[in-house]
């Protein structure tokens, strides 16, 4: 992880030119249609999973990237694996195996709209910097206090990644080898130096923002101007059709 | 009236600690004044005193006409700009500019107002090009900077920093104090080095133990080997007091 950047990847397409908060409502119907679909509608996925694959095009971001990022959702898809064996009823063989036809189905069902979900997450993180992702969900009216936690998350999660890696290379430098489990000692006890100075890093932090009149707001009125009907129409496009494909299953199943 | 009264300060820490006892010093408004002293001296609780970020167990802070009390923080926040240690504590939103406007925003400048005020102290510290990067993308220098643009868009009486050479090349350090030089009429510079308030400060004041001990022209404190020694305070290696000053005068 590359810190507070995110997975952002700088660029120009229409998708990163659009406003983020047409992004963000876009990603939420996408993802509400595709777990609205029938697992039994394959085609549907299909469809899905093309319109993804054309707008990972339109913005330029290359199938490799996306395939390592997808690499998150590897233990929701052991647990797809399983289903198959864990899942009781009629069943069907595959060679020496027995698997259940309904746990197959539900296996198929996470694997799909899973990976699907993560690729739409992974194409708005895509294009949108982390600060106007904030600035998006502002202007959704999303919580302050979400906000502001999302924002601190994000700045010194860098920092701290930053002081772990620093304090496992000084413990490398002298000698440090920590391969097996009951060698763990000096990592367990880095790690919890590392808690202690993120608390008093979050003290100083605090004595720093109050320095410059801080009360408890965050003046986020910093986000982006209010976006277009063409910005809505044009965000929300990849979304409808989704939700149409969604409901011709409903209707035809 | 002083920009800035510090009348008979006592600190001492939940821990039993004391780090202030019974300080006094008082700024004049247009003046620069260094405040040395050797690690663990109270600098930075001095600090910390000067915008309420403590609450004194004895004695006052007054800035300008105003006593710091609960009811006066806001306005003494205002008054006094501090530029802390280390930029990763201060800089903390997610681009530069929303950082520097993060002051103005609390003291309810709004909109049009706001982006100037931000892009004019962006502009005094030689930022403007860098406004919408990520803070932590910057070099130390250029951190530093965009920390004191964080306080001068507050447009402060009074700017307060705290080892502000502190892991700086010497190109950033020069170019902080003509920066400094520039913006910071009223200064109180904190800090263990000692060329850096020479080249700064006319008057320095030591503080060791919690107490000022010293309150002089720099140059006379700086020709002070007994006096600086005293008090754990040291010239850098091959530093000559008299090279300085003849350059301070050109």
Redesign the interface.
Known sequence: MN???GLFRPGDSPLHRLAPQTKVVALVVFSFAVAATDREAVWAFGAYAAILVALFWLARIPAGWIMVRSLVETPFLLLALAFPFLVGGATVEAGPLDLSIDGLWAGWNLFAKATLGVWAALLLAATT???AL?AGLARLRCPDILLQIT??A???A??TIAEVTQMRLARLARCDDPRFLWQAGALARSLGTVFIRSFE?GE??W?????????GR??L??GPAAASARQWTAAMGAPALAAGIAMWTAVAM | MKALDVAGLGHVYPDGHRALDGVELAVDAGERVAVLGPNGAGKTTLM?HL?G?LEATEGAVSVGDLRIEKRTL?EV??R???V?Q?P???L????V??DV???P???GV??EA?RERVAAALADVGLSDLAHR?P?HLSVGQQRRAALA??LA?RPDIVVCDEPSANLDPAARRDLAGILQRTAPTLLLVTHDLPYALQLCERAVILDAGKVVADAPTAEILADAALLARHRLELPFGFSLEAARSSLRH
Do not use: C, W
Not at chain 2, 92 to 95: D, I
């Open positions: 810190g507070a950047e910097p982390v600060a904030l924002a601190f994000v700045r010194y860098h920092l890093r100083r932090i004595q720093a923002m109050a320095a410059r009149g801080y009360t965050l003046p009125d910093v | 910390l915008a970020l806001a926040r205002r006094v700009g501090i802390f280390s990763d504590d201060q903390f939103m997610p681009t500019a929303d406007g993060f002051g925003a609390n003291l709004k909109g706001l990520p932590h964080g306080v507050m």
